[in-house]
């Protein structure tokens, strides 16, 4: 006998018993991993998966083909569109090159993607991931993949429980093969972007590649291939934080996928019987067409999901069965929270039960017209403006910026040991690091010139030249060119032994300019 069939011992009257079971009772504990139950899903047709598509070649074709368009600079600088020159820290993006400097507009182009996020999430709920997220677009490239060699839901389900066979291995082999091709192709793409592509995919087919390209190359196919191929829906479950964060994004007018039960319930499959024995019916035919489609293998009508993507395949499935059925469109259909709670309460007259006479007009069969449909408000609210606004205020200010700024561009630091130095013939001399950067891909010649330090001559370090009031620089194409450049006045000139000067840098052509403030120090009088 063990401890727990022991009769429970008789307590004393002053004591009471409780009834209860820890919630982590043996009896209660689920497993921590659930074992993941394997999708099929279906082909579908109709507007939205049409729609995706469209979306999917445009993303795919953009990821693969921007690193071969090409950009005419001239002969100093690469002319591949969009190129990462690590090497030489710049960034090409067509017209625009960004210096290491200049990262502030990768980050304003970061800020502006987290707020079209919140733009496009607050108002057609996570369209996101439904049809831009690599990690659908990748999915439904290798699902394409994986129908064409193996076949729609059916066939892959027959296969899947088939014993091993020529056929079986054959088909399997050969998918497999695919997808590990496009993330070969994936990893290739990706490095393209980081050196002239021409010349680097010679090298990587020759094998004179740096070693990086082919690691690159390597992990992009085994992450393609795992979270594309194996891992699919997992990714987005279990992986992936952003289901968690737009929970925060949404609100009640943001339209989101939704099975509009207010006209689906009650459910049926046997509608012409329930019917004829005078009992309600919605127009749900209970035929799971929207599940089987479903890439997260989900059920639309039990709500909104953690892991539905709003991929919107359910509602192109279900409006083919209303079609069909002779039926409108949009038993499930994109939809907000506050016109579904509206349609429900004229559906349930305010109670817990839907009655589809209430929302048919009992002559024509029409929905009454109190139902609310979504419409363009949906879309056009305070919420969206306002971060249409900020997105756009922020892409207009980066342009302002990119448009107004210099080509050139001037750094100077004083030397801070000494801060001066007497020289023989009494004058007082200061030391500068300077810095001329030409941020154009063309050679230009400079003028260096004092502007606020009359009487003021410079040297180079290292040159025997007489101090001059100016001097003129070479500057090699996209190039920083650095200087030690002593500055001298006579003290008896300063009318304060601390001075703020402007050191000025103008093209010979005189069509840039640079200028930036520097100190200049002699001993007090
Ligand atoms: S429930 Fe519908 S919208 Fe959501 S993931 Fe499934 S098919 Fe896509
Ligand atoms: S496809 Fe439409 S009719 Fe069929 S089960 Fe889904 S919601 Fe009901």
Not at 2 to 29: C, G
Request: one cysteine or more.
């Amino acid at each position: 006998m063990t401890i727990a069939d022991k009769e429970p011992a008789a307590l004393p009257d002053s004591a009471d018993r409780y009834e209860v079971e820890p919630v982590n009772a043996p009896r209660l504990r689920q497993p921590l991993y659930a074992p993941r139950k394997k999708i099929f899903p279906k082909r579908a047709s109709g507007t939205f998966r049409k729609f995706k598509w469209l979306v999917m070649l445009i993303t795919l074709g953009i990821y693969y083909i921007t690193p071969w368009l090409r950009w005419d600079r001239g002969p100093f600088a690469p002319d591949q569109a969009v190129l990462v020159d690590l090497a030489n820290r710049r960034f090409f993006f067509f017209f625009i090159e960004i210096w290491p400097q200049e990262f502030y507009y990768v980050a304003g182009m970061l800020v502006m993607a987290g707020i079209g996020l919140f733009l496009v999430t607050s108002t057609v709920g996570r369209a996101w991931c439904g049809y831009t997220c690599p990690q659908t677009v990748w999915v439904d490239l290798f699902l394409w993949v994986e129908r064409a060699i193996e076949g729609d839901r059916n066939a892959r389900m027959k296969l899947e429980a088939a014993p091993w066979t020529a056929d079986k291995l054959v088909k399997r082999v050969g998918k497999h093969a695919v997808w590990l091709v496009i993330g070969v192709l994936t990893g290739g793409a990706w490095i393209f972007y980081f050196a002239d592509a021409p010349s680097l995919l010679a090298d990587v087919v020759s094998l004179q590649a740096p070693f990086v390209a082919y690691a690159t190359i390597a992990l992009l196919t085994a992450t393609t291939y795992t979270f594309g191929g194996l891992l699919r829906e997992q990714v987005c479950t279990y992986m992936c934080p952003w289901p968690r964060i737009q929970a925060a994004m949404l609100d009640e007018h943001s339209l989101t996928v939704t099975y509009n039960d207010w006209r689906g319930e009650p459910r049926s499959r046997h509608t012409k019987k329930a019917i004829a024995e005078g009992k309600p019916v919605g127009d749900c035919v209970d035929c799971n067409a929207c599940v089987v489609v479903c890439p997260m293998g989900i059920d639309i009508r039990d709500g909104q999901q953690l892991e539905c993507i709003t991929c919107a395949l359910c509602i192109d499935a279900c409006d083919d069965v209303m079609t069909k059925l002779g039926k409108e469109k949009g038993l499930i259909s994109y939809a907000t929270l506050a016109d579904y709670n509206a349609n429900m309460a004229i559906a349930t007259g305010g109670g817990q039960v839907i009655e589809p006479a209430r929302v048919r007009d009992k002559t024509t069969n029409r929905f009454v017209d109190a139902l609310r449909h979504t419409n363009w408000r949906s879309i056009v609210r305070p919420r969206t403006v306002v971060y249409f606004v900020i997105w756009a205020g922020i892409g207009l200010a980066m342009l302002t910026i990119l448009s107004l700024r210099s080509p050139l561009d001037l750094n100077v630091l004083h030397d801070r040991n000494p801060l001066y130095v007497q020289l023989s013939d009494g004058s007082v001399r200061n030391g500068y690091d300077v810095k001329v950067l030409n941020m154009t891909p063309q050679p230009r010649e400079v003028i260096l010139s004092i502007d606020g330090l009359p009487g003021a001559t410079m040297t180079l370090a290292g040159s025997e030249a007489a101090p001059t009031a100016q001097l003129t620089v070479e500057l090699e194409p996209d190039k920083v060119l650095p200087l030690r450049i002593y500055v001298r006045v006579d003290p008896q000139t300063l009318p304060s032994p601390h001075l703020t000067f402007r050191m000025v840098a103008v093209s010979t052509d005189g069509s840039v300019r640079a200028q930036t403030e520097a100190k200049f120090e002699a001993p007090e009088k």
